[in-house]
């Protein structure tokens, strides 16, 4: 599949001809269904258009070779590559009035939008793609790497089983904003989040209707809710793998991911859907590796491919808006300090900021009319756009430097110092004693190397998001989860701190390969050991997840209503901590099973007999004492670890 450089014959004009009729006929398709059905008219609106572009396509097949089209045909619009690039930009210019029209009147589904979409991305991914690739060059090339696809393979499927193992049930309840996600999700086939690329709090609606797939395919429950982050976090290993491998070889790279594997922090966060960052462990690094892939090898369909990811991404997290910074800065740190690379591989430069700019158009058109949105996370949790910087100056009488170095301080410390609590629990930092070490060694490496525009992209991608975490937002102990965007480069740095550390002792793999291979794997070994305790045997057989005892009763409530087999009003012993509304987990896991909060004391409700009363923690005692008066009825006990959290009784 190869697409040539240019052409000069008559097959060319043939081409641009019958895609502009194809563009006509999807234009007026996308017009008519963009608005209301009108029965006052023999023909829809637009069909002019349809027939118009049905005319150009039979045009386009009466062609035939002449001196002139000949001579013509060598224009450089129609040229293999410059059609290809035209074409990808007018189906996205497509896509994008489409979803203008389809905002305004929503009559059918995305899917045409989206199908639109991706088909201009891969337009333009095809306008740079000159590599030979056939059946027998694929087979080829994997007998000749198997033993390493094999290797990473098998690190892939043992990260999968700790992150799918009783997914739904590890962590036993689901906080708030798992609930509120899994609501909007089931929301996304109408209204404003159907369209795939509107952004609510952040989250792409894409990603969102995803997980309304899921939830639809597995039923409402947590697994479904849960299996997207459990998927990222699984192909965070092979996209870390290529670019731990451009940076520092094979060694490197399944150290690595054997790390991250492993890992109890992205293990955790792999396994509930309220924290996106998840995706950014995998999304960023494959962008960052087509990137520096592409450049060095100036291979322009890898920095197309890139950039279209890029934009891709802006439809799942806000992560995205780091990486965009982050490559903006690299390129022009590349150009004033490293210009002679740089300038020999501009032109891929540009393609990666081609394909982005190509691809990011529909949400590209959201977020201009829609900028709240778009700065959304900035508004309530920025550092400056909140106010927090001012509040916190007159606070405590620090001046704004001091105020901030100690964020970006704080920040970096979340990787290794401080424990990662808020949407954990865990009195562990992100990184054990054995990688931090290992991660500050790599890091001093890394910042000497940084003359290597591999390195340059590496220490951009730790320091940069540190940066973005602890200068831009708040408060500090979301430091904890935010510091994922830079986990994936603190582990390549371990994986290059422990290597050099070897070679440094005299055991290094050139030297002694079993002295070494012994050192890395009980080294592997411990870290393995120490992550799957941290989290399968300190965190997940306690109930620590969930900000207070108040959260984890929304989710054991939401369970329990969920198993009520009858149509019966559900009461709800309420006080000013404990009650129905709080926290969407209730609605989420009961399907919004109605609940009547009752605050005054239970002698003054009047059930009939079928209807449930569930007491929360500080009342349990009551509705006790009222069931020994009104015996008959079932009594149900709900605990969280040695607590009991729920009681429940339907009324004889």
């Not at 039979?58 to 450089?76: C, E, H, M, V």
């Not at 007998?143 to 799918?164: G, Q």
Request: hydrophobic share 50%; charged share 10%.
């Amino acid at each position: 599949m190869e697409a040539p450089e240019s052409g000069g014959d008559n097959n060319n004009i043939r081409r641009f001809v019958a895609f502009l009729g194809i563009f006509f006929i999807l234009l007026s398709q996308f017009l008519i269904f963009s608005n209301q059905v009108d029965t006052t008219g023999v023909f829809p609106p637009y069909t002019w258009l349809a027939v118009f572009g049905v005319f150009v396509l039979a045009l386009s097949q009466l062609i035939r070779p002449a001196g002139f089209l000949q001579k013509i045909s060598t224009w450089f619009i129609f040229q293999e590559r410059s059609f290809w690039v035209l074409a990808a930009f007018l189906l996205s210019i497509l896509a994008t009035g489409a979803t203008a029209n389809f905002m305004l009147f929503t009559r059918i589904n995305y899917i045409p939008v989206v199908t639109i979409w991706l088909l201009g991305a891969g337009a333009y991914t095809y306008a740079f793609f000159n590599v030979s690739l056939t059946a027998n060059v694929l087979f080829a090339w994997i007998k000749k790497n198997r033993n390493e696809i094999m290797a990473v393979a098998v690190v892939t499927l043992f990260a999968a089983a700790f992150r799918f193992y009783r997914l739904g049930q590890i962590p036993r309840i689901l906080d708030g904003d798992e609930g509120l996600i899994g609501i909007f999700a089931q929301e996304t086939s109408t209204g404003l989040l159907a369209n795939p690329f509107a952004l609510w709090e952040n989250f792409g609606a894409m990603y969102m209707q995803l997980i309304n797939l899921c939830l639809r395919f597995f039923g409402v429950n947590s697994f479904a809710l849960r299996l997207l982050p459990a998927i990222g976090g699984t192909l965070a290993i092979p996209s870390l793998y290529l670019l731990a491998r451009w940076i520092g070889g094979r060694r490197i790279a399944f150290i690595t991911i054997i790390i991250l594997a492993f890992s109890h922090s992205h293990i955790h966060f792999s396994r509930i859907v309220s924290v996106a960052y998840i995706h950014g462990t995998w999304l960023a690094p494959l962008e960052l590796y087509l990137l520096i892939s592409g450049l060095e090898k100036r291979e322009s369909w890898r920095t197309a491919l890139g950039g279209i990811l890029l934009a891709i991404h802006f439809s799942v997290y806000l992560t995205a808006q780091f990486i965009m910074a982050l490559v903006l800065i690299y390129m022009l740190i590349a150009f004033l300090f490293y210009r002679p690379w740089f300038r020999s591989r501009f032109s891929q430069a540009l393609v990666f900021w081609g394909g982005f700019l190509t691809t990011i158009m529909p949400s590209a058109f959201y977020f201009y009319n829609n900028s709240s949105e778009f700065f959304n996370r900035f508004s309530q949790g920025g550092t400056f756009q909140s106010g927090w910087l001012e509040q916190t100056m007159q606070a405590t009488g620090q001046g704004s430097f001091e105020i901030l170095f100690g964020r970006f301080v704080h920040a970096f410390l979340s990787l290794i110092y401080y424990p990662a609590f808020d949407f954990y629990g865990s009195s562990s930092p992100m990184m054990s004693m054995i990688s931090s070490t290992l991660f500050l060694a790599g890091l001093v490496i890394a910042l000497w190397r940084i003359r290597n525009p591999t390195y340059l992209l590496l220490n951009g991608y730790f320091w940069g998001a540190t940066f973005s975490v602890g200068i831009f937002a708040i408060p500090p102990s979301a430091d904890s989860y935010r510091m994922l965007m830079a986990l994936p480069a603190a582990l390549i740095m371990a994986a290059i701190g422990l290597d050099q550390i070897l070679e440094l002792l005299g055991i290094g793999y050139n030297n002694t390969r079993v002295a070494y291979k012994f050192s890395v794997s009980a080294v592997l070994t411990s870290l393995l050991i120490f992550n799957l305790w941290t989290y399968y045997g300190d965190f997940a057989g306690q109930c620590r997840y969930g900000n207070s005892l108040v959260d984890r009763f929304a989710s054991y409530m939401g369970s329990y209503v969920k198993t009520i087999d009858n149509e019966l009003s559900v009461y709800l012993l309420s006080d000013d901590l404990y009650f129905y509304g709080s926290h969407a987990s209730t609605d989420f896991l009961s399907e919004k099973r109605k609940i009547t909060n009752f605050p005054d004391p239970i002698d003054m409700l009047a059930p009939v007999s079928g209807e449930t009363i569930i007491a929360s923690p500080e009342r349990i005692p009551e509705l006790e004492e009222w069931a020994r008066a009104h015996p008959g009825g079932l009594l149900q006990y709900q605990y969280d670890c040695a607590t009991t959290i729920l009681l429940s009784y339907r009324v004889p």
